[in-house]
C-alpha cells in the first residue's frame, strides 16, 4: 500500500483537483486545476 501523501495526491488527481506538471522523476509538480465555467 503507498504511502498516505501519495495516497492523498493520486485521490486528488482522479478527482480533478490536481493536475501533473510536465516532467517526471523526482522532480515531478502538481497544480491547482481550474475549474471549467459553465456556459449556457
Known amino acids: ?3 498516505t501523501a501519495l495516497r492523498d ?3 486528488l488527481l482522479e478527482l ?3 493536475k501533473k506538471s510536465p516532467g ?3 522532480g515531478t509538480g502538481y497544480v491547482f486545476a ?3 465555467p459553465d456556459i449556457g
Do not use: E, F, H, K
Open 16 to 18: 480533478g483537483v490536481l
Open 9 to 11: 495526491i493520486t485521490q
Open 34 to 36: 481550474r475549474p471549467q
Open 1 to 3: 500500500m503507498p504511502d
Open 24 to 26: 517526471g522523476g523526482r
